[in-house]
């Protein structure tokens, strides 16, 4: 088992930026690749950025490349998602995540979740 506990989220103005954390206790994190997605209201939750046990692979979804860096520090057994230039659609809870599948972008494919940290983008 794995547990995830993310934090940093808040109210930001557009233009704005934000560093959420994932802490994972419980099994070893660098035995897991880590992915952050996330969910407005209405709309189904979606992949944004994802990374290998090691750190040396990562990924993002067309809405955080660019824009959004995830990284991850093993010996803390953290996750981050540095979040650059928000947008009001970017407002969302963000939830982290950990999976055995290597390059995993789909939600079946993770089997630990945390309990999502709010974001909100406004003025």
């Known amino acids: 088992q794995v547990q995830l506990v993310e934090s940093g989220g808040g109210l930001v103005q557009p233009g704005g930026s934000l560093r959420l954390s994932c802490a994972a206790s419980?099994?070893?994190?660098?035995?897991?690749?880590m992915g952050w997605f996330r969910q407005a209201p209405g709309e189904e939750q979606e992949f944004v950025a994802g990374i290998s046990r090691g750190g040396d692979d990562t990924y993002y979804s067309d809405s955080g490349e660019g824009r959004f860096t995830i990284t991850r520090d093993n010996a803390k057994g953290t996750v981050y998602l540095y979040m650059n230039n928000l947008k009001p659609e970017d407002t969302a809870v963000y939830y982290c995540?950990?999976?055995?599948?290597?390059?995993?972008?789909?939600?079946?494919?993770?089997?630990?979740w945390g309990q999502g940290t709010q974001v909100t983008v406004s003025s």
């Open positions: 419980g099994r070893p994190v660098d035995r897991y690749s």
């Open positions: 995540a950990a999976t055995t599948t290597s390059r995993a972008q789909r939600r079946y494919e993770y089997d630990y």
